[in-house]
DNA sequence: ATAAAAAATGACAGCGCTATCATTGCCAGT
DNA sequence: ACTGGCAATGATAGCGCTGTCATTTTTTAT
């Protein structure tokens, strides 16, 4: 049958020229570039393909041009508020430019990662986002064959050939540490879940500062591999106050964590910040609501995806790529809490 | 030359046929079929296979098989963990099942929704799944051609044809307005903001409910079309308590809304539940750790994604479907907030 | 040993689209 | 009238893979 609306009853661009009377080709240059089509002959199909709900076939297009005008991003989660907004920043530059991007969630762990990378890979996507730098040989390997560009989000490397966007995890956490310091606190412990790179970043910049500061005290570190949750803060807080009960500041590494905190305390009659100051990381909009409102570190994540997309898109398109590294820092959100 | 590896420099079937010396096709039938393969041809392959860093190229295979194993997904916000937990729980079914998920963001807005349909639908997805019913009749139309089986997600639907997993909004929050009412409340408050159809159908529960009991007073209704967000809920308490201040209750539509309340009533010394019961609607993970602790009713949200994706993959391999409509129901979380 | 069945492999065409290189028609400039 | 240039359209081939239908080889049953 010729004339059979393909073999999926979706319309065609083959069909679409039929309708109107002109060559395939002619059709998917109305489309790509209309300026190239007749004012009257792009209407006609215009109308055609809305009548018929035509959408064309991505795959097929991919395959002719070798251009797929995908993306994969590859995020560690997304029950955490901080890569939904770095994924927002990243969707939005990519679907201005006509890509599609391609989400996926590895869940903090490597092998997830290359599972979600060899099945983004067969997307044949154009460039890919990956946040962090702590990947697999094997999945290093994979991308390399895949001779794609890469932009790495969050944390920052001066390791040759590597693009990233972010900012020094090391120097925010060195930064609260600091800031707590200057509130005279002495006894200041650090609390953490989910040991992630960027995560054990930040315990190194709370050492650096408290050890420079001559007050470090191993027992005042409290690292846990659980997944983070508020919930989980409000235990760790219990667990941090029975092995160093005259602890007088806690920073820990997420909001979360210490929102939890904040609820123990409160449910305890702990003070704060008087007893105790309590300190976050990232800024998550409901820090600046709680009672007290969170110190924390706002963290640029919406930049970081916006930027790692741009950046990512120049590579795509071939244009120069000013810096192969773009930090975009950090800003401390005092608070109430400390 | 007949020997480059493609156009792309990435490994395509026929150089691995070439370097294990078979067709093309049988290393196809390797992957796709390994039990029709020789155990040993099959481990050669797989080894040029590594080697390469071989990825197979869906575009090329959903043309040729005419069945893309993509699904697309469409949720109108990440930004609320309720439907990162939906997307969570499809995944994990699609991808037990070879497909891959593809999800896109609407912002409650109908108008998104539909160049997220037209944009999912160029990749020939095989199903798709959406949130709710409130779709534009071009999107309808769309999908109609499109010719592929769609199930709706959180709202229950009578209406000929469709397919839908969720759970009765109103039926909800009926049984949450009883609660407040059996606690003794008289005056009791609903407030909402983004004013999506589900959060309409939560309202008239309410009514349904504050009306049979003959306490329906239309200024204790607080409905504002802004996005949720924490700090709105301890907005909209102010206001409320200026609009109607002897309310003995506030059930909101939903728990970012209901903690920003309860964080107003700790800065302004209200006492809940004693002056003033809150409730929310979700259950979100940190509603159980508040102080007081949350009033709401459990959503199945993570069960709806899997129901959802199971009931779609049946429609999509053609198994036979016993139910068109899966009512999942719910759960009140009577905790200290009232 | 022989026929029949099963397992393993291959040839070929084509999915829907676009890159590339024509071809056609028309108009400006001389 | 004639050339050159441009705008509009078309013909052809092929992207990488798989469905379908052979063909060859091996195994099993008699």
Redesign the pocket.
């Known amino acids: 049958m010729a004339s059979r609306a393909?073999?999926?009853g979706?319309a065609?661009?083959?069909d679409l020229a039929r309708l109107t009377g002109?060559?395939?080709?002619?059709v998917?240059?109305a489309?790509?570039h209309p300026e190239?089509?007749?004012e009257d002959?792009r209407r006609r199909i215009q109308q055609a393909a809305d009548d018929m709900g035509y959408v064309?076939?991505r795959a097929?297009?991919a395959?002719?041009?070798?251009?797929s005008m995908n993306i994969a991003v590859l995020v560690p989660s997304l029950s955490n508020l901080v890569f939904v907004e770095t994924v927002t920043g990243i969707e939005k530059v990519f679907r201005e430019h006509g890509y599609q991007m391609l989400m996926g969630v590895n869940h903090y762990s490597a092998e997830e990662e290359e599972a979600l990378v060899r099945a983004y890979l067969a997307f044949a996507p154009d460039g890919m986002l990956l946040t962090g730098f702590n990947h697999r040989d094997s999945t290093r390997r994979l991308l390399e064959q895949a001779g794609i560009p890469i932009v790495h989000m969050m944390e920052l490397s001066e390791r040759e050939g590597a693009y990233s966007v972010g900012f020094s995890q090391e120097a925010a956490a060195q930064t609260m540490t600091e800031h707590l310091l200057s509130r005279g606190r002495q006894r200041i412990a650090f609390v953490a879940s989910q040991l992630d790179p960027r995560t054990l970043a930040r315990n190194r910049g709370y050492r650096d500062a408290i050890i420079k500061a001559g007050l470090y005290e191993s027992h005042r570190e409290l690292l846990v591999p659980d997944q983070s949750s508020v919930a989980l803060g409000a235990v760790l807080l219990k667990r941090l106050l029975e092995q160093a009960p005259d602890t007088d500041a806690v920073f820990f590494c997420n909001d979360d964590l210490a929102q939890g905190a904040l609820f123990e305390c409160l449910r305890q009659g702990i003070a704060v910040p008087d007893r105790l100051a309590v300190a976050g990381f990232n800024d998550l909009a409901i820090s600046e609501c709680t009672v007290p409102s969170l110190t924390t570190i706002k963290t640029p994540r919406y930049e970081v995806g916006v930027e790692a997309a741009r950046m990512l898109l120049a590579l795509i398109e071939g244009d120069p790529v000013p810096r192969k590294m773009i930090d975009l820092g950090f800003q401390l959100r005092a608070r109430e809490s400390t």
């Open positions: 393909s073999s999926t979706r065609t661009l083959e002109v060559s395939a080709i002619t998917s240059r489309f790509r190239k089509v007749s002959l064309r076939n097929a297009s395959l002719a041009s070798n251009r």
